[in-house]
């Protein structure tokens, strides 16, 4: 019984990541969660039935949850979490709010004070990127782009110039047509297509854009169509080394990085990266600043 003056305890919301394909990639976590929550909320509820059954969740109480319907559905989980419930957001796969609903959720309960906790686990976007062989110390994800060519266009633009390796998300129909589009805005980069990611029919083609464009198509005359989720991991803009440096501005550039805590070895590299300088001139130039 609550106390005189005792404020009523609210609920989390449990933010879950749930398996990308394989069932036996949930977490001992997600399943303790998904076991004990008042109420789970899902994308589709009929894919999420399937991953309550896999681990013998019963007795659970389920509603549906996507951007359709929101609005509504938002204001009941928030006093359903006043009230105390915990409640578990799940999205049909992967982490929620990427390139899922829930962001309208999450902004509401952060306005009211309600905890939130997530339970980390697979993610699409970021198994692709481990696999392709691009940079991966700086990346941007896109996700999903418009549908109409111009607005593609558009976005391929605002994004070429920029030196980080790109993740987009796409459906199989579109991604020839999209891969077009990248090798005329971006160049021909390299590239990685990641398909089916933890499931049987996992696959992933490495090369130029071109060269990719073309397995799909030479697949595509032999009745061969693309199928299945789709991740594509696009190189991002060469950057090209400075030539002509001043030697003061490089002393100074590498005083900063000693300063900040970053050892010779790794702030050598950082400086290496974007000016044209060999490491004996670096090396005399760092003794200068009498740190070694």
Request: proline share 3%; net charge positive; aromatic share 6%.
């Amino acid at each position: 019984m609550k106390k005189a003056g005792e404020k009523e305890k609210k609920g989390v919301l449990y933010i879950c990541a749930t398996p990308i394909g394989n069932l036996q990639d949930a977490s001992f976590r997600l399943v303790d969660v998904l076991n004990n929550a008042d109420l789970i909320i899902a994308e589709d509820t009929r894919t999420t039935k399937k991953l309550l059954s896999k681990y013998e969740i019963r007795g659970y109480k389920i509603e549906s949850y996507h951007d359709n319907t929101a609005e509504k559905k938002t204001q009941d989980i928030i006093q359903k979490l006043k009230s105390g419930l915990d409640v578990a957001l799940v999205s049909e796969s992967g982490v929620p709010l990427i390139s899922d609903p829930g962001f309208k959720l999450i902004k509401r309960c952060i306005e009211e004070n309600i905890d939130l906790s997530p339970i980390p686990g697979p993610n699409a976007a970021l198994s692709a990127l481990v696999i392709s062989g691009l940079p991966v110390d700086n990346f941007l994800f896109v996700g999903f782009l418009p549908k109409t060519d111009i607005k593609i266009k558009n976005k391929l633009e605002e994004i070429k110039n920029l030196p980080y390796t790109i993740i987009f998300y796409e459906s199989p129909n579109r991604t020839g047509n999209l891969l077009g589009l990248m090798r005329k805005v971006l160049g021909d980069r390299d590239m990685c297509l990641a398909r089916e990611i933890t499931k049987v029919f996992e696959e992933c083609l490495r090369g130029k854009i071109s060269e990719v464009l073309q397995t799909i198509e030479e697949r595509e005359k032999k009745g061969l169509k693309l199928k299945g989720e789709i991740v594509l991991v696009v190189s991002g803009q060469e950057t090209r080394k400075i030539k002509n440096f001043n030697e003061d501005a490089i002393k100074k550039e590498l005083d900063i990085l000693l300063k900040r805590g970053i050892v010779k070895k790794e702030a050598f590299k950082d400086i290496m990266k974007r000016y044209e300088i060999s490491r004996r001139k670096l090396y005399d130039i760092s003794i200068k600043l009498n740190r070694f």
